[in-house]
């Protein structure tokens, strides 16, 4: 059997297996182990599996994941997140679109808490959307910028996605992070630009607060200014030793951890409950990321020793005669099918053994692409008709918000979105200069 049929049976193996509902993992480990048993013989298949695991336990940036979770869950359940909307409501209610603005600036924080999208969606739907709606905004305006700003999570650091992408890829995570940082602010402030000019245009979709709403003593607006405000030195506390090299990324995850506990205690909201639902849901989600990439390592660990990678390179290049840009764009057109019914986690793993080797075959950078591949997936996320997060907001919104609203909502948002993505693809250095230049300095 030739070596591109093999990968084919392999793909198609997976693919059937996602569809019968089998948990990704296990899904993506059974196909590798059993054809690694096939193809070597039993020393073989059992060697892949063990080597995968201790090439996984090695690997000491692992550390970062549970860190970062930890300090986003801790943030969450203590309401800490929640003072920071309270201070974008009352700073910016008065503008046209101000609420809208704020949830923007709100998802780009909680990011930088959590490194998780469903959690900015979590957040978003609980506590800016009922308030978004008897504010009088619009409901398919606010269902999109809650969905475009919940894309933010897996692209704004301390990314677990990212995470993720570098063990695959074998990439450096602290630059995949910084890589983010500029496309992130980027896509927020084309956010908030639209939502601006929509507003301008049409002031009904997002009418500015009353004065009576307000009217908010000095002081009081003060206190929800340094409230609000502790997520950012939270995050500054973690990131600026680690970018000016004082700390490892370890260390600066330790930190993050630390400085999150200390401040959820400081504000007396460190309660039994919040520590065990914190510790809790960090370790289910530590563990599903660990078996995730274990079984990532053994998938493409076959690929490796089939050589089916230069195999499918040669047929785009040498058969089709495709151009690398035009491979490029394929790939990521099928991140955005694979994402009608795909998690992002799913979608990496699944390919990232293919795609990953022929984007650097190709002479393309890998740390450039992880920042398209995140893009690309959230895109994937918000397209009809199954788009991941398109169901997550209708689980999540009040009865009134029906699905055709959130259908209608995310048009606008995609475009804006597939305009950051292509300016990207033209501009490499977007993504590229903030790490070439912290690293190189």
């Known amino acids: ?23 990704v993992f296990g ?26 695991a201790m090439k996984l336990m090695k690997w000491y940036p692992l550390l970062t994941l549970p860190m970062f979770i930890f300090m986003g869950y801790v943030l969450s359940e203590s309401k800490i997140a929640d003072d920071l909307y309270k201070m974008f409501h009352v700073w910016m209610g008065g503008l046209n679109g101000g609420l809208a603005i704020g949830t923007i600036g709100l998802m780009v924080l909680i990011s930088a ?13 609980t506590i800016a959307l009922p308030e978004l709606l008897k504010r009088g905004y619009d409901k398919k305006m606010v269902t999109g910028v809650i969905q475009a700003g919940s894309s933010l999570g897996i692209l704004v650091p301390p990314s677990v996605v ?40 049409n002031p009904a979709l997002g009418p500015a607060l009353s004065k009576e709403d307000r009217d908010v003593p000095m002081a009081e607006k003060m206190r929800l200014l340094r409230a609000g405000l502790l997520p950012l030195g939270i995050f500054a506390a973690m990131m600026v030793p680690f970018v000016n090299g004082w700390t490892s990324l370890v260390e600066s995850s330790a930190i993050g951890a630390l400085t999150a506990f200390a401040a959820a205690v400081l504000k007396g909201r460190m309660t039994r409950d919040v520590f065990e639902n914190s510790v809790r849901n960090t370790l289910g989600i530590s563990c599903m990321f660990m078996w995730i990439i274990l079984a990532a390592l053994a998938f493409g660990a076959v690929f490796d020793g089939l050589g089916a990678v230069k195999a ?49 075959a190709l002479g393309f950078d890998l740390i450039w692409y992880g920042v398209l591949y995140t893009i690309t997936t959230q895109i994937a996320y918000m397209t009809p008709p199954f788009g991941y997060n398109l169901f997550l907001m209708r689980a999540m919104a009040p009865p009134e918000v029906t699905l055709r609203d959130i259908y209608g909502s995310i048009l606008p948002f995609v475009l804006v979105m597939t305009l950051a993505l292509a300016t990207i693809m033209t501009f490499p250095q977007i993504a590229l200069w903030l790490p070439d230049y912290v690293y190189n300095n």
Do not use: H
Not at 338 to 343: A, E, H, K, P, V
């Open 1 to 23: 059997m030739s070596y591109e049929l093999i990968a084919i049976l392999m793909f198609s193996t997976m693919m059937l297996m996602l569809l019968t509902g089998q948990r």
């Open 113 to 125: 808490m959590n490194g998780l999208s469903v959690a900015g969606m979590a957040i978003g739907s």
């Open 312 to 360: 499918i390179e040669g047929v785009f290049t040498e058969r089709l005669g495709l151009s690398p840009w035009m491979i490029l764009i394929l790939m990521q057109l099928s991140f955005i099918l694979m994402g009608t019914f795909l998690d992002d986690t799913a979608m990496l793993v699944i390919v990232a053994p293919l795609y990953v080797p022929l984007v650097g």
């Open 27 to 52: 899904a993506i480990g059974f196909v590798a182990v059993m054809a690694s048993l096939l193809l070597w013989g039993d020393r073989g298949g059992y060697d892949l599996g063990f080597s995968a």
């Open 162 to 201: 990212l995470v993720l992408y570098a063990m695959i890829a074998r990439q450096p995570v602290g630059q995949l992070w910084l890589a983010g940082v500029i496309p992130g602010l980027m896509m927020a402030s084309m956010f908030i630009l639209y939502i601006v000019i929509r507003c301008k245009v």
